[in-house]
C-alpha cells in the first residue's frame, strides 16, 4: 500500500518530545511492508537529519519552515507569517496557533505531492496541521474520487489541557481568555473530524469528549512504543534515583517539573535525604538554574542533564519514575516508555489517561502535592512496586506494541469510503 504521511515536525532521533518519536516509530513499522512518503516541516538546522530519517526506509520530502530561530530575512518572514496568522484567526474562528501552521504555498505543494504520488491514504499528524485535510479533501472532490483516504491523528485535544488550565487559574481575565482559546480549538475540533475521513482519538477520554463537541468518524487508536528497541534492563542506584523526563518546552512539562522541586521532593527529602532526583530534557538544565534563587538547598540535590540522545543509561539505574502531570492531553509517550524499560512509574489521573486506571493496579496514581510525595516514598520502599512495573510491561505487550497499532491502521486504511 502507498501511504503518504504529513507532519509538522521531522521525527529525526534528536526531536526532544513524545510526538515526534511516535511518528518516528510510527513510519518505521508502516515503511516494513508498504510504500510510505513522509512530507514534514523542516526547520533551520534539520537539513542533515532527513538521511538519518529515510534510513527508516520512507522516503522524505522536506518543506522549509521557519521557527524561533529564524534571524535575517527569514526573522521578517517569520514575523510577517505570525502577523498574517493572527488575522486569519480573527475570521476563521481557528487558533492562532494552527493558522501558523497553514500556508497557501505549503498547501499547493502537499496536492501536489499527492497527486504525483497517488496514495491510497494520507494520514495528518496533529491538529494544527488539520486544515490540510481540509484543502485534500476539496482537492480529492474536485477529482471526482473517493481516494486517497484521509485520516488525521489527533495526538491531542487543544481545547482539554486549556479548560483544564481555566479550571485552575486565579485570574479572571486569565480563565476568560483560557476559555476562549479553547472555544477556538473545539471549533477547529469538529470541523476539522468533517474534513477527514477517520479522526483518530489516542484516548478513549479524549474521543469522549470530541464526541461530546459533535466530532465524527472518531476512532481510537492509541500512540505506542518500539518494544523492540526499548526493553527492560534494570540494575537500580543506591541510594535511589527518581527520574522525569520530558521536553521543558512545554507547559505541563514545566508545571510538573515546578510541582516536584517547590513542593513534593522537600517532602521526599524530609525522610528520604538520600533520595536523588534527575530531570532530562530539552530546557531541563535552563529549568533547573532558574530555579536556583529561591531554593539554592533543593535544587543542589537535584540533577537536570538537558536533552539526551540515549535514555536507557538514566533508566537503567533509575529506582522510579516520576511524573505529577497537573494538566495536557493525549498520551504520555513519557510514561509508555518508562513502562516499557520496566520502570516503575508514580504519576497523576492525566498521566495515567488512556494507558491504565487503579484497577490494572500496573503504576501508582495519584493527585499531585503531599500526596504524590507519600506515594514516592511508599514506592521506595514498597516490595510489589517492582510487581506493578513487570504487570507494566505486560499491558505494553498487550496494547500499545507499533505492529498491533499498525496492523488496525491498514484496516482503517483499506475501509471504504
Known amino acids: 500500500m502507498k501511504i503518504m504521511v504529513v507532519t509538522p515536525y521531522l521525527p529525526h532521533l534528536r526531536v526532544g518530545h513524545g ?40 522516503k522524505v ?21 505570525r502577523a498574517q496568522s493572527w488575522w486569519r484567526s480573527i475570521f ?20 501536489a505531492l499527492a497527486t504525483d504520488f497517488a496514495p491510497q ?45 481555566a479550571d485552575k487559574s486565579s485570574s479572571g481575565i486569565g480563565r476568560w481568555l483560557t476559555l476562549r482559546e479553547a472555544a477556538l480549538w473545539e471549533r477547529l475540533q469538529v470541523q476539522a473530524s468533517r474534513w477527514a475521513d477517520n479522526t483518530l482519538c489516542v484516548t478513549p477520554e479524549d474521543r469522549q469528549v470530541y464526541e461530546d463537541l459533535g466530532g465524527e468518524n472518531l476512532l481510537t487508536v492509541p500512540l505506542g512504543m518500539d518494544l523492540e528497541l526499548v526493553r527492560p534492563d534494570r540494575h537500580p542506584e543506591s541510594p535511589p534515583v527518581s527520574l522525569f523526563v520530558g521536553s521543558f518546552q512545554h507547559r505541563p512539562n514545566i508545571l510538573a517539573a515546578e510541582r516536584l522541586v517547590k513542593n513534593i521532593w522537600p517532602l ?13 530534557g530539552r530546557g531541563s538544565a535552563e529549568f533547573l538554574e532558574s530555579q536556583t534563587d529561591s531554593h539554592t538547598e533543593m535544587v543542589s540535590k537535584i540533577s537536570a542533564l538537558g536533552f539526551v540522545e540515549d535514555l536507557s543509561p538514566i533508566f537503567r539505574r533509575s529506582k522510579l519514575f516520576v511524573a505529577p502531570l497537573p494538566e495536557g492531553g493525549g498520551i504520555k509517550i513519557k510514561i509508555l516508555e518508562a513502562m516499557a524499560r520496566g520502570i516503575p512509574v508514580v504519576t497523576t489521573k492525566v498521566g495515567a489517561e488512556g494507558i491504565t486506571d487503579t484497577r490494572d493496579d500496573v503504576m501508582i496514581i495519584t493527585d499531585h502535592g503531599d500526596g504524590f510525595a507519600q506515594a514516592i516514598l511508599l514506592a521506595l520502599d514498597d516490595p510489589h512496586t517492582e510487581e506493578r512495573a513487570l504487570r507494566a510491561r505486560k499491558l505494553m505487550e498487550k496494547k500499545f506494541g507499533w ?3 499498525t496492523d488496525r491502521l491498514i484496516e482503517i486504511y483499506s475501509a471504504e469510503n
Open 121 to 165: 491514504a494520507i494520514q495528518i499528524e496533529y491538529l494544527q496541521m488539520s486544515l490540510y485535510a481540509r484543502d485534500l479533501q476539496r482537492w480529492r472532490s474536485d477529482q471526482g474520487k473517493g481516494n486517497p483516504r484521509i485520516i488525521l491523528n489527533t495526538h491531542e485535544l487543544g481545547s482539554i489541557p486549556r479548560h483544564r488550565r
Open 19 to 58: 510526538g515526534g518519536t511516535a511518528v518516528r516509530d510510527l513510519v518505521k513499522h508502516l515503511a516494513r511492508h508498504n510504500e510510505v512518503l513522509l512530507v514534514s516541516l523542516v526547520r533551520p538546522g534539520e537539513s542533515q537529519a532527513i538521511f538519518e530519517v529515510e534510513d527508516l526506509g520512507v
Open 92 to 111: 476563521s474562528g481557528y487558533p492562532p496557533y494552527v493558522e501558523k501552521y497553514w500556508s497557501k504555498g505549503i498547501s499547493r505543494q502537499i496536492v
Open 403 to 405: 505492529q498491533a497499532i
Open 268 to 280: 521526599v527529602l524530609n525522610e528520604r535525604p538520600d533520595a536523588r532526583l534527575i530531570l532530562v
Open 61 to 81: 520530502v522536506p518543506i522549509p519552515f521557519q521557527d524561533a530561530t529564524a534571524s535575517g530575512i527569514y526573522r521578517l518572514s517569520l514575523v510577517l507569517n
